[in-house]
């Protein structure tokens, strides 16, 4: 049998004093406990270096979510780490009715019309990239980086249920030599991006290794989106599925969250680790043939009716307490 992971309601805020993030590419203490945690070594290099201006490993080790309905923002921190070899960071959100369930090749043209070669190709009769039943994408992100110092680049697009919409690059930012940090602040769309990538904890490079866990660490990609932006209904649970891609989009990790069972490798492009390639239809897979849902969901529950609990525990506490202080000091 399936299971979704369901964020506790304390992660759905209705008071923006303590839904306020900084966005900085790390889940502070206000996030509270990981949402998803990944259990496979990563089969796109294990990131080693921790060097700020560069990475050898792609990776995602845990999965963190604040819904701030009141300051109207979705925060996520995927931990882990990116390559800095322009592999993508894929992540699709379902938040209303409608949608993509198996990805469409008439999508918006981002990131070199990414998107769309993921999708089906109905001429040749080819099928795409097919989320597990229940998940219908409406909104898709994707970030990727190289250079030196590392800089990283970013794209947005809707996922209409007959394609088209809006999309649209939100930037580009190198690695700040000071911190570490490289941050994207995009001014149209209100979307914010966040990634440090000095991690090098979280799980191996043995996707045999049965073992591996990406729990405890919380540097990565982090990023903000308005709801307005999202087109959130304020009621649809959000549900998010993210994997780490190849430089075409063409060739998808292991690295996906929630995790693929332990011991998967690179699906590839055909789900069994061959490279298909071609446009569209790069990724021929059904995520619905894959124990497990590759998605977890924020929200769409009761609603919170004890704020102050702030780890979902049934009692106001002193890790509430403790996560209130963690948080402590001006907000943004």
Request: some cysteine; overall charge negative; charged content about 15%.
């Amino acid at each position: 049998m399936k299971h979704a992971f369901i964020a506790a309601s304390a992660l759905v805020l209705g008071s923006s004093a303590f839904a306020q993030v900084v966005v900085d590419g790390t889940a502070e203490a206000s996030y509270g406990d990981a949402l998803s945690t990944q259990v496979c070594g990563t089969g796109f290099g294990n990131a080693t270096d921790g060097l700020p201006g560069t990475c050898n490993g792609s990776e995602l080790d845990a999965a963190y979510a604040v819904l701030d309905t009141t300051g109207g923002y979705l925060y996520l921190t995927f931990a882990g780490n990116l390559q800095s070899n322009f592999n993508k960071f894929e992540l699709f959100i379902d938040c209303v009715a409608g949608g993509q369930n198996e990805v469409r090749s008439d999508n918006p043209d981002v990131d070199f019309n990414g998107l769309s070669r993921m999708g089906a190709d109905t001429v040749n009769g080819f099928p795409g990239l097919k989320f597990d039943a229940g998940f219908e994408s409406d909104f898709y992100f994707t970030c990727t980086g190289g250079n030196t110092p590392y800089t990283l680049y970013a794209n947005f697009a809707q996922m209409l249920t007959a394609g088209g919409g809006i999309g649209a690059y939100i930037g580009s930012s190198a690695t700040d030599p000071k911190t570490g940090v490289i941050r994207i602040d995009d001014a149209t769309y209100g979307l914010q991006v966040a990634m440090n990538n000095s991690n090098v904890a979280g799980v191996d490079g043995d996707p045999a290794n049965l073992t591996n866990s990406g729990a405890g660490v919380t540097t990565g990609i982090e990023i903000r989106i308005p709801l307005a932006t999202l087109g959130w209904d304020g009621n649809s649970p959000i549900k998010v599925c993210a994997f780490v891609n190849g430089g075409g989009h063409d060739y998808a990790s292991n690295q996906f969250l929630p995790p693929l069972p332990a011991g998967t490798g690179n699906l590839g492009g055909d789900g069994l680790g061959g490279y298909v390639g071609g446009f569209p239809a790069a990724l021929r897979f059904d995520l619905g043939t894959i124990p497990g849902d590759q998605f977890f969901v924020i929200g769409g529950g009761s609603p919170n009716n004890c704020p102050a609990d702030l780890d979902g525990d049934g009692s106001v506490s002193g890790s509430d307490l403790g996560a209130m202080l963690g948080a402590w000091g001006a907000c943004p």
